[in-house]
């Protein structure tokens, strides 16, 4: 039994995604491999062979594998399926446009958002924006798997010694083609892997007062910034900052929550967090029934007097 891991990388590191999916790997049991497909991308062949409980690296360059396409990087998963009992993703944006395709061509059930291995054919995931917990066993011969990275501690990056194999890359695919990317550029931490995460909610009002009274506590805690559905639907912050069930699913050591009530599909992004503060006028809001900390308060005036008091 043997299990592969698709490495979602940046042809010169790991993404932090790829060290979680790899730890739900080694619990599946057997032998971990990692595929590594990328162009000119040695130096994360490199980094995926020192990480602890990797066996082995597969390593396939090609044009096609620049910009990750799935088209391109699931025909390659799919040439090697025949070798393995389970085949794994993190449960990011990468990680959900190839797993289905995978899945699909195999004939086989998905098991999605992973939240811990059981036994080699058992896992748990959640349901219902996480108000429950599913248990399913699946009896397919390949396992194909998402990993919802807050669910497993992401593996050592360094102490490992696998080895290298350099394989032979898939046709490269003639119905997509790589245009361009717009990459925004943020000098605070990766959501999905910062430490401390602020968020703010449609209680702020507007752009301006979320700037005004959100980004220096940010400052002073050197956090990442967040946000609800409602204040991204509502213009006060930007897509990628949306924190929740349709947005990116965090668990950061604090969670500060200003004036957002909680609302169940914010609260399956964020309840796994290790220390949720929370700050909101409204004794009744759902925010306070999963917070360690909260302060029953104006936020315009309780986070400038946080701030000003770090």
Excluded at 39 to 64: D, R, T
Excluded at 67 to 74: F, K, Q, R, S, T
Excluded at 226 to 239: C, F, K, L, Q
Excluded at 256 to 274: E, N, R, T, W, Y
């Amino acid at each position: 039994m043997t299990s592969l891991v698709i490495a979602e990388h940046d042809n010169a590191s790991l993404r932090a995604a790829t060290l979680n999916a790899i730890t739900a790997a080694v619990q599946c049991g057997g032998e971990v491999h990692v595929l590594v497909a990328g162009l000119n991308a040695a130096a994360a062949a490199a980094a995926a062979a020192q990480v602890a409980g990797v066996a082995k690296v597969l390593h396939a360059e090609g044009e096609g594998f620049a910009h990750g396409l799935a088209e391109n990087v699931a025909a390659q998963v799919l040439a090697l399926a025949g070798s393995y009992s389970h085949i794994l993703f993190a449960a990011t944006a990468f990680g959900k446009n190839i797993a289905p395709r995978v899945a699909a061509r195999l004939d086989v059930g998905q098991v999605s958002d992973v939240t811990r291995v059981e036994s080699a054919d058992t896992f748990e995931r959640p349901i219902y924006a996480g108000n429950a917990i599913a248990t399913v066993q699946s009896l397919d011969a390949t396992k194909v798997i998402t990993v919802r990275t807050t669910g497993f501690d992401p593996a050592t990056a360094s102490g490992g010694s696998a080895v290298i194999e350099v394989i032979s890359a898939v046709a490269v695919s003639d119905k997509a083609t790589f245009l361009r990317s717009e990459i925004a550029k943020n000098d605070r931490p990766e959501l999905t892997s910062a430490k401390i995460i602020v968020s703010g909610g449609r209680a702020l009002g507007s752009n301006e007062k979320f700037a005004e009274v959100m980004t220096p506590l940010a400052d002073k805690l050197g956090a990442a910034m967040g946000a609800s559905r409602a204040a991204v639907d509502a213009g006060y912050a930007p897509n990628d900052w949306q924190v929740g069930q349709t947005g990116k699913i965090v668990a950061p050591q604090l969670y500060v929550a200003c004036g957002i009530s909680g609302a169940i599909q914010h609260l399956a992004g964020m309840k796994d967090s290790k220390v949720i503060v929370a700050i909101n006028k409204d004794a009744e809001a759902p925010i306070f029934s999963v917070a360690d900390y909260g302060l029953e308060a104006d936020l315009f005036e309780a986070v400038p007097a946080l701030t000003a008091a770090l």
